[in-house]
């Protein structure tokens, strides 16, 4: 492994690092703000609940995705990776990999993301940085990792802000949106953008849906910020000052609303429990993501793995109960379950 | 007793205990969010302030409502319902008593819910969780659990979160509001439809109307919670995942507002002083109850029941007078008691 | 003394001990919601700045009023009165003492009233609870409050919520403005009607209004509240269930605006400096009254309770000058001088 | 040196003293309720970034400016002095000096204000209160302190709150805008009108708009609180009951909008990033001034100053990256990239 790999390698076991131990990590997103309207008498059977969906063409149990966390050239890497890969199929729910620009240069960190043989039946999701399309990076290298995890679509991130925050950033960011258009029109899987932890503003997106781009994972603000963990890394300063940076993921989903059907959103950071699934889908989102509370259990085992995702399940199944929606498909933008405060309109009507 | 019966009781035992432990029981409801306009110059005699009322065509003291607690095959079960028997009748206030699911199945539960010979002249009410209709029971159970008190109504508790929290639960809440029609029209008592700690939606009351039934015990959020009581009893992440799910009492008394007259509202949940009875009767409600203030007390004696019940009559008289409202009647729904906050009014004019 | 009287100078004690030790006492009231606007240029020279205005006919030098305290058949009484009135005349300020009723049952309790020989040029005002009018009192009692000092009016106070929090209270305010417009009719000084910390609201003012008062000190919620007060000596859970019952000072102001010029208001109640004294006179007050700040200094000396009034002077000498107003006149319901939030108008203009 | 001059060095040495000790002093301004909105697809390069602009004429780095300090007979102030002027001219940008009133009486003073020598291409601003036109200095007295410094400008810095703190103030602020609109026809070099910690009033900037000036410095709340580093001297109780008087910096930039591009403002006080620079630009700053922070490495070392300088220059391209904004101009006044809330749209649509 060249010294630069070596490096790579290094960070990301301290960006692992610095996730675990990080007592804000788990910080409040605004999920909370959001309530929704009880159903005393919902007239259905719980038994009968069901969440079930399709994304990418296949049917999945949840609408709940294994966000982009890990991969590369060390062995905890590919255990957290098969781990995940084995609990996305036994729940049958996608999952996505961590950026794979590594195994692009080092050969050695591509079995990391060989992650198909465990999860054979549900949709896995290659990704690599958009920026790296400014640094030597094509059509080849993205195909690269697509073929590698039998990938049925692809996520370029954009992190403007976590790589202005790393000494050894890519810093150009222009003339992008033309690279990923050229790319979406030779790629044959679906480009997903995505942010990782400060969402997406309306003219990103539309700069996406003219690059031909149908599908956004806003990943907002309100869990992993990669400002902060960058900073744990470097003591720089510049990374604390923007930890708060960027919109949330509640504020990301009703600023894109204007965007849909035409646009496809999928929700992350932040994303904590069924509950808040159950707000990011009636605030417009088609699948939610996470990816900090995947970790810990990912680092010990399949079956932790499997209980926390059946977790997110088993919440989502008791909101949708509660609130008398018997199929998944009744919760999305169906905003007449938001509980609309009755303290504005009494203090209203006596003026 | 079988097996199953003694898990019941356990249960009903667990539960006491964790709302005696919890410190976070007496959590804040939003009561304190509505301001009511003082007088300094009443006009009235203290000594005159009349909160006497009708409940079930009943005279009774004041509008306050000892809600469903306990009952079952265990001594302590027995004496609580003795002591808010025996306050009930001292206060001249109405009671309610727990689920009286145990006693169908097991015959030795039944002495604790024969309150008649201690409460011979206040309104008593029967209860049974209205999911029991998809599970077996019908009229001549229903109608058993009136007889064994004398009832002069019976609560149908509706239940949905408590339900699925439980590893043990009833889930299926399927077409019962056509069974409550059913009941109703055979029954000689009336069904109030109750909720335990979420609160009643409109669309849930409109069911409810559409079933014949003419009251409602709200039962909102802000008090005793029971998606945080079975929590700590299975250590089950769904139940603190949901604590504070629901709508609060004063905003559900808020929505519910609109189906008045027609549907008549009993206020619970939260309610902690005869200033929140005050806030709830001046937001439409006719009776006001309450559990867990009651359960400290009635697990030591009579007088100490009577003891509280008093202290909430004695601070609704004191509201009732700096509110300048000699009679009951002129509380309900009287919102030109509501001080409207004057800052909103300053800011505004000068824009 | 009788067993009643010395049961009241008890009591009086009791109130003074429970003010002075009480660690909340010094609530916040909500002066500091209000924001008055800056001038860097007020183009004035600091010097000239004054704050005489006239109250009841007298030039005095600023609009600040000794709120009522005490009185009565205690050495402590009388000191505590002789400094506060020799505090008053050095700083030309009127001086309210606290109810007299006690001296009319106990002779031995006038020395502490007769307060003219230490105040001989500013106003005094005598003080009789309202409801002493329904227990014996009547022109001839009321006359000899003033009489014995010598007062240029009478404050008749209005404590609704403080007697019913007494055991030993008087309870009934039935027909008392019928009562306050005859002695209105024959008193040769006028009566100021007063609460005593929670508030006069517009229902209020008016029937005071329609006997013909025309000064009210609203005396609101925000400082001493004697619910508090009395619970302290009573353990009374009464009292701290109503403690902050009532109008808070500003918002009373508020509410009370409409009613000028009509009404002269006088704002007393969390009043705790010169900025205090500054805003409630912008929301309409003429006059500006606290007790319980000058409690500490008038149990020392007569010159420690100078300086605390010389420090509100100095304060709200400070404030006309830092809003550019050199005579008092122009602070009052100068509602420009109010800085209304410049945050809502950006984000109302961009909507 | 007289004992006055002594005085006068000592109460700005006791100043130093009480800014560096102050756990308050980094107190929170307002700025972070102001929220930006990010971009994901920025479309730049990094390295383009360009945040060069004019002052006075002048080009400089960022529009940045070492707000006014100190200045004086004794050595440390003439170090600090030299650091700022120092770092100044490596980071090419702007410095101000504190009041210069002490070397009009003080020879010896004039050494620590002799800057030119240290900082020969950089925009350097002279300081005198403005109220010293009423205390005896004329044009000749402010062209002493301009050319002391070679000055390229002047403050003349408007402090009333401060004055009236101090005991030994000066207290006369009349008739002071027509003194400064003489000194204006009689300068060559431009006024710039300040406030040290309060901001200045739509009417204060009214008043120096018709004095002629074009230039002024809101040095509003938020910051340093002379009121109360006063209070720290002087155990004076009234700099501790002002500390928070006066408009936050925001605050004063949107309620001096209405006067652009006629005036034109530096924002100061309590801007501690960044990221406060450019929401002060947005909202209408040319120039962004900072003080505080800039002591502790001022008494250290010209390195430590060129650091915190090139601190806040990093964090303000970084902004200007995630924002998309390539050259600083486009920043200025640019509300659009102001992220309003969709909370509140989303709560008003469905009302
Ligand atoms: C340990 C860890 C590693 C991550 N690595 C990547 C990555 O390599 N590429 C990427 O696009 N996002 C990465 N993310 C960000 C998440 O995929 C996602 O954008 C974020 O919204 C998930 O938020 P959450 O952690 O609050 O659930 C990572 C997140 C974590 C916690
Ligand atoms: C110890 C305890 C047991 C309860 N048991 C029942 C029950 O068996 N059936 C029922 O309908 N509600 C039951 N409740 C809920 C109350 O009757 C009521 O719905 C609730 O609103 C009272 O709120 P509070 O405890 O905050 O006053 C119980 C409450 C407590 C505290
Ligand atoms: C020690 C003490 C005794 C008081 N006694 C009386 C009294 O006898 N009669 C009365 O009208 N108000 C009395 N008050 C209330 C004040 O006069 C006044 O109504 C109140 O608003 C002053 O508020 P502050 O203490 O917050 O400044 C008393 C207040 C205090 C602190
Ligand atoms: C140590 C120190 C000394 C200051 N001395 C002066 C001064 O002599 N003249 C002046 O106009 N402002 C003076 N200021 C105020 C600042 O120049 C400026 O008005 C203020 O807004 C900067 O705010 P900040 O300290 O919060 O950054 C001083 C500030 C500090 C911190």
Redesign the interface.
Known sequence: MSAEQQQITQRKQDHIQAILEDPLIERRSDFE?IR?????????????IDSRCEFLGQAIAFPFLISSMTGGAADNFATINRHLAEAAEACQVPMAVGSQRTMIHNPSAEASFRLRQYAPSVPLIANVG?VQLNYGFGYDEIQRAVDCLEADAIYLH????Q??IQPEGD???????DKIADLKNRLTVPII?K?VG????P??IQ??LDAGIEWFDLAGRGGTSWSRIEAHRSQN??GL??QD???STT?NL??AHPFLPQAQFIASGGVR???DMAKAIILGAKMVGAAAPLLPPAMHSTAQTIAKIE?FK??LQ?VQ??L?IEKLDDLHCN?DL??????????RQ??
Do not use: C, V, Y
Not at 36 to 48: I, N
Not at 171 to 177: E, G, I, P, S, Y
Not at 198 to 201: E, F, K, M, N, V
């Open positions: 703000q929704l309207m009880h159903r005393a008498l919902p007239e259905l059977d719980f038994a009968k958009a954009l992190n403007p802000l790589e202005i810093h150009n960011f222009a003339r992008l949106a953008l942010e400060a969402g997406l503003s003219s990103d700069l996406g300063n510049l000052t923007l940076w960027g919109l504020e009703m600023l429990s069924g509950i977790q088993q919440e008791a109960f509660l008398a905003s938001i509980l609309q405060s009755p303290w504005h309109s009494m203090l006596r003026g």
